[in-house]
């Protein structure tokens, strides 16, 4: 059974930084297209950013430049996100999203592409 869990998420300050982690079971990250989306209340889930199968990356243009998204080249079950100069509209759920093989579409991220889900993990960002 395909599974993934995401974690690190928790309240921070504006500016400060979280790196989120999501972890697979029943299958292993690479070769696999990854993605990290946020959602609030009352608004779509988003596509923050995506790696394809081949390693292109896409990054929402609010986040481009404070999030970095990777894999772990150790531990092919794990992916993360890395959240610099965190800002109030930051504040979402955070939910990874996996689909193996997939390539995705230069200049996408987007949520129908993707099969395999977290159940997310809460970022608040507010002083």
């Known amino acids: 059974q395909v599974q993934l869990v995401e974690s690190g998420g928790g309240l921070v300050q504006p500016g400060g930084s979280l790196r989120l982690s999501c972890a697979a079971s029943?299958?292993?990250?690479?070769?696999?297209?990854i993605g990290w989306f946020r959602q609030v209340p009352g608004k779509e889930r988003e596509g923050v950013s995506c790696m394809s199968a081949d390693g292109v990356t896409h990054y929402l243009d609010s986040v481009k430049g404070r999030f970095t998204i990777s894999r772990d080249n150790a531990d092919k079950s794990t992916v993360y996100l890395q959240m610099n100069n965190l800002q109030p509209e930051d504040t979402a759920v955070y939910y990874c999203?996996?689909?193996?093989?997939?390539?995705?579409?230069?200049?996408?991220?987007?949520?129908?592409?993707?099969?395999?889900w977290g159940q997310g993990t809460r970022v608040t960002v507010s002083s």
């Open positions: 999203a996996a689909e193996k093989w997939l390539m995705l579409a230069l200049g996408t991220c987007q949520r129908r592409d993707f099969r395999s």
């Open positions: 029943g299958f292993t990250l690479d070769y696999s297209a």
